[in-house]
């Protein structure tokens, strides 16, 4: 039997536990019969961690975190909780819990499955076979820059926000994506504005010395972030790994969720740095919200959150196999009809997130016979 893995599970609120209780599911499954045994903690975090500690992330969960192999959440935020203050929010918790860890690497893969094709707003053909890894770098640049202000009288203030890059912090989250690409496709954009801003050309001057220097197996490529935009409504499929900065990763990777048709099925993961035994601190989650709407209705498409978890064995827990066993199995299910209410088309078979799970655990124990 391979070693436990210590894993911490932070469910979260609305459909967050009720998708973290299916990828227990399929770690017990895992424990049985793939003789892969898993160590799993369990706390409250974001709005459940407001009700039960009075704030969003508790200090000792936070150690727990750091602690742990690898972290998977569920889904943060809701309506409960819009009146707290913004240091008592949900989402709070989420931001403070990347800033301790330093988690600057931001992985959104942008991937269609064949049953899903005609979900996307572009024509299957162009979809087809799209398999985009956006790298974002998550703890610098605008969003965290200063000086931020706004000032001066009514109907003549000013605002000012501040983008700013420190060299290392380029090359870091380069390195991630440089990697990436090596065992991916072997080919990667790097996307800036580096006609227009200053951080853009650091930005391409870093990325083109570390192509140089260290990477000049892959193929690299630099995007202007408007044409980048553009190239993924227009031919999605050119792409294999992108990287760039914090708020242009943030557009594109929702421009490029976009583009699959189906937020409810797309993974992400935010990694920190490796320690000296190679062990990096990473956070796993699903894109989507808590979709306080349909919790407790057991309609929570579970898929995202699975696919997450095998993110985690890939990146994170050195199972490669187990991974790709949980992603062939779960473009069976969609190839055989089954759909949750978020994915429903015409000819699918609506079922819930209980049934969801039900028949992804019977096609893993085909899958794993094959």
Same mark, same amino acid.
């Given at each position: ?279 990096? !601190?990473? +956070?796993?989650?699903? =894109?989507? %919200?808590? #979709? ?6 057991? *309609? $929570? ?47 699918? !078979?609506? +079922?819930?997130?209980? =049934?969801? %799970?039900? #028949? ?6 085909? *899958? $794993?016979?094959?």
């Amino acid at each position: 039997m391979i070693a436990n893995r210590k894993l911490l599970m932070l469910p979260g609120d609305y459909i967050g536990p009720e998708v973290i209780g299916q990828v227990r599911r399929v770690i017990d499954w895992m424990s049985t019969d793939r003789a892969v045994s898993f160590d799993v903690d369990e706390d409250y975090f974001g709005g459940a961690a407001v009700d039960v500690y009075g704030t969003p992330l508790a200090d000792e969960t936070l150690e727990r975190a750091k602690d742990a192999d690898a972290v998977l959440l569920g889904a943060v935020g809701g309506p409960k909780y819009d009146h707290l203050p913004r240091d008592k929010r949900p989402e709070a918790g989420l931001l403070k819990l990347r800033k301790e860890m330093d988690l600057f690497a931001n992985l959104r893969p942008a991937i269609t499955f064949d049953a899903l094709l005609d979900a996307s707003s572009l024509k299957p053909e162009i979809v087809k076979g799209l398999d985009i890894m956006i790298v974002r770098e998550l703890t610098s640049g605008i969003y965290f820059g200063e000086p931020r202000f706004v000032e001066g009288e009514e109907g003549r203030r000013t605002a000012v926000d501040t983008q700013r890059y420190h060299e290392h912090e380029i090359v870091r989250v380069a390195e991630v994506a440089f990697e990436l690409a090596r065992e991916r496709g072997g080919r990667i954009h790097s996307v800036e504005k580096e006609n227009v801003m200053a951080t853009g050309v650091l930005w391409r001057d870093v990325v083109t010395k570390m192509h140089l220097e260290r990477y000049s197996d892959v193929e690299l490529h630099h995007l202007y972030v408007d044409n980048c935009a553009m190239q993924l409504v227009r031919d999605p499929t050119q792409f294999d790994v992108i990287v760039t900065d914090n708020m242009f990763g943030d557009i594109l990777s929702d421009c490029a969720s976009m583009v699959t048709g189906s937020l409810g099925m797309l993974p992400s993961a935010s990694l920190g740095a490796p320690d000296e035994a190679g062990k990096r !601190l990473a +956070v796993y989650e699903p =894109v989507h %919200g808590s #979709a306080p709407d349909i919790a407790g209705k057991n *309609q $929570a498409n579970p898929l995202a959150a699975i696919l997450s978890f095998a993110m985690m064995l890939r990146y994170s827990l050195e199972l490669p196999k187990e991974a790709l066993l949980i992603e062939k199995s779960i473009a069976a299910v969609l190839d055989g009809g089954m759909r949750t209410a978020d994915i429903m088309e015409d000819g699918g !078979l609506r +079922v819930s997130s209980d =049934v969801m %799970g039900d #028949a992804l655990l019977q096609e893993l124990e085909k *899958q $794993a016979e094959a």
